[in-house]
Structures are given as structure tokens and as C-alpha cells.
Nanobody, 125 residues
Framework: EIQLVESGGGLVQAGGSLRLSCAAS????????IGWFRQAPGKEREGVSC????????YYVDFVKGRFTISSDNAKNTVFLQMNYLQPEDTAVYYC??????????????????WGRGTLVTVSS
């Protein structure tokens, strides 16, 4: 059974940082593309950043470029999202998702098949 478990969310002031973790199990980590998505209250879910584990290729949506960094620890089957310079508009539930080997931009744009339960990030002004 594929499982994705997010952690690291919380309350932070504007300008602060958080590091999200996604612990993956139930599949061959190297064969998957894993991404972070978010859904703010009253808004649709949107892709934030994705990584293809096999070649370490990454994709970032424009509004997080230069602020967020996605990375993976293949020995621990874990993907991280380092979020710096957080702003109130970054407030959302952040979800980890995974799918079989796929290019990162379509994965982040159209979504993936397997999802975690999410972790809440709240940025106060």
C-alpha cells in the first residue's frame, strides 16, 4: 500500500521559514515523481513543486521560485520542501503526492494519483 505522510506544518510569521517532509512507503522511491500541492481556503488545489527522483529534475510554479526548494533523501524515502520568506498568501493545507515516473511539469500541473492527508501551514502577517 502506497503511503505518503506529511509533517512540518505549523504557524509562522510572515518572512519566516518552514520545512515540510513527506515520508513515502509502499513503492520503489526511485521510480516515482513526487510533488507538493496546496489548497487555500476557498481556492482550488494547485501544484507548488515537483521532483523526479530518478534524475533529480525539479519544477517550481512561478509564485514560489526563489523562495521554496524541493529535495529528496533517497536513503530515507523522504521528500522535503524548504519554504523561505513565507507570506500570508502561502497559508494553505500542503499535500504530498506521487505518481509513476513522469515529467515534473505535467505532474505539478495536472496532479498525481497518490496523496497524503496534508499538513496545515499558516502564515500570520
Amino acid at each position: 500500500e502506497i503511503q505518503l505522510v506529511e509533517s512540518g506544518g505549523g504557524l509562522v510569521q510572515a518572512g519566516g521559514s518552514l520545512r515540510l517532509s513527506c515520508a513515502a512507503s509502499g513503492f520503489t522511491f526511485d521510480d516515482y515523481t513526487i510533488g507538493w500541492f496546496r489548497q487555500a481556503p476557498g481556492k482550488e488545489r494547485e501544484g507548488v513543486s515537483c521532483i523526479q527522483i530518478s534524475d533529480n529534475s525539479t519544477y517550481y510554479v512561478d509564485f514560489v521560485k526563489g523562495r521554496f526548494t524541493i529535495s529528496s533523501d533517497n536513503a530515507k524515502n523522504t521528500v522535503f520542501l524548504q519554504m523561505n520568506y513565507l507570506q500570508p498568501e502561502d497559508t494553505a493545507v500542503y499535500y504530498c503526492a506521487a505518481d509513476g515516473l513522469m515529467p515534473v511539469e505535467p505532474g505539478c500541473t495536472y496532479g498525481m494519483n497518490y496523496w497524503g492527508r496534508g499538513t496545515l501551514v499558516t502564515v500570520s502577517s
